[in-house]
């Protein structure tokens, strides 16, 4: 393509954004010429300069996605970030959405390039208003949704990533996707402190369906295991019925230090707790999980505290002290004071003669406060339901589930299960 015909195409692109048609037209027209943009990138990207991108976003969208496509020189990467920054913020949603395969290219070079220089913070934004303007609704997963939650968990954005995870997911384009917006999500969730929701996010990935192993499920289930402790103070090793059978089968050999790691926790003894955990160090250091079996190891005291209010109704700081295995009773009264703050027990002390006195849970369950929320939780219940139902409904009509249904059904077990009553002599 000669310098003549470059110009052509940078004028048929100015020319031919503005209706539907004229786009439709327009697209058609860059399809065609695709290979040789890409072949001349370099000559493309110096005609970016006469095309607006808040104008002609389809004819700089194809342009951009070329001279993205191929290895990024470090001088030029800088340049690259601002170019993709400022084209997300100006786009047209419409123009964009005739080709958003390559809308999600260039941002994911953006993703690329920000974490190969370490400044994943200026992705945060972009990527969160790609997201916005890909989106079909508040519902549906794009591929750029783990792209943006990990640039928030590299920048520490846990609350900008938190956002995002309480939109409620029912739209999946790629299985891999979902995976990794669970794990990313789950490891923000523990940068919020938001245990709940992260073992949500972790479950969600452990259950999900799966015909092969995957290491985005192996992970995800050590961290549950992990945070299942922190939060609950217990874990079960038995999965939910569910459950794939490939995860069931293979994921407890993937994470044996884990499971071994819970199965001390369950015994409530401190000292063979923090044996194991030193023995077996390396193993969850090469997992980046230290930290995290760290706060295992702390939440046991929390846990042996959490029992005593089970049996006593009254106890010394000193008998909680030696009973939990703490070194003093000071740092026992620490931890009482948290779990306090916390809410996860009941109780006064007595600074006087260092007596806590276990109390019952106080909320009666009537202020307006609470009303609302139970209201907020029943509403939100009643929303999953009837979209539950409509999915179900879309389910039971689609012709390739009908085929396996009765495929499946063909050779069901419990058909041989009468095959000797039926031919009994």
């Known amino acids: 393509m000669n310098v003549n015909s470059v110009d052509s195409l940078v004028t048929e692109i100015q020319g031919l954004s503005g209706s539907s048609q004229d786009l439709a037209h327009l697209n058609n027209r860059l399809k065609q010429s ?32 070329a001279c993205t496509a191929g290895a990024v020189p470090e001088a030029q990467a800088n340049e690259l970030i601002i170019s993709v920054v400022r084209f997300i913020d100006v786009c047209s949603v419409e123009q964009i959405l005739l080709v958003p395969d390559k809308f999600i290219s260039v941002c994911k070079r953006l993703h690329e390039q920000v974490m190969k220089l370490g400044a994943p913070m200026r992705a945060v934004g972009p990527l969160l208003m790609a997201i916005r303007k890909i989106q079909t609704s508040p519902e549906h997963l794009t591929p750029l949704h783990p792209d943006f939650l990990q640039v928030c968990l590299s920048a520490k954005c846990y609350k900008v990533g938190y956002g995002v995870l309480e939109d ?22 523990i940068g919020q402190k938001c245990y709940a929701k992260a073992l949500e996010l972790f479950h969600n990935v452990v259950t999900a ?16 295991i992990l945070v299942s402790l922190i939060h609950l103070r217990q874990f079960s090793t038995t999965f939910p019925k569910y459950t794939s059978s490939v995860a069931q089968r293979n994921l407890k050999n993937f994470s044996q230090p884990y499971i071994e790691l819970a199965n001390s926790y369950s015994t409530g003894n401190i000292s063979e707790l923090k044996a194991f955990v030193e023995a077996n160090q390396e193993k969850f250091e090469n997992g980046n999980n230290l930290g995290l079996v760290k706060q295992v190891v702390s939440s046991m005291y929390k846990r042996n505290i959490q029992r005593l209010t089970q049996t006593y109704l009254t106890l010394s700081l000193q008998d909680i002290a030696n009973t939990a295995e703490i070194s003093t009773p000071k740092e026992a009264e620490m931890h009482v004071l948290q779990m306090i703050e916390d809410g996860e027990i009941y109780a006064a002390i007595n600074q006087k003669d260092g007596m806590v006195r276990f109390l019952e ?24 339901s009837k ?28 058909d041989f299960d009468d095959v000797p009553q039926r031919f009994n002599l």
């Open 34 to 65: 695709e290979d040789v943009i890409r072949s001349q990138a370099a000559t493309f990207a110096t005609c970016l300069t006469r095309i607006d991108p808040s104008i002609h976003s389809l004819g700089y969208l194809y342009i951009l996605e």
């Open 168 to 189: 409620d997911i029912c739209e999946v384009d790629q299985p891999r996707d979902f995976f990794l917006y669970c794990y990313y999500g789950g490891m923000i969730c």
């Open 209 to 224: 369906p799966m015909s092969t192993m995957n290491a985005i499920a192996v992970e995800a289930y050590k961290k549950y």
């Open 361 to 384: 849970d106080p909320e009666q369950y009537k202020t307006c406060e609470m009303i609302e929320r139970i209201d907020s939780s029943i509403q939100r219940i009643m929303k999953l």
């Open 387 to 414: 979209k539950l139902t409509t999915m179900d409904e879309s389910m039971s009509c689609d012709p390739l589930y009908l085929s396996k249904v009765r495929e499946r059904q063909r050779y069901d077990l419990h």
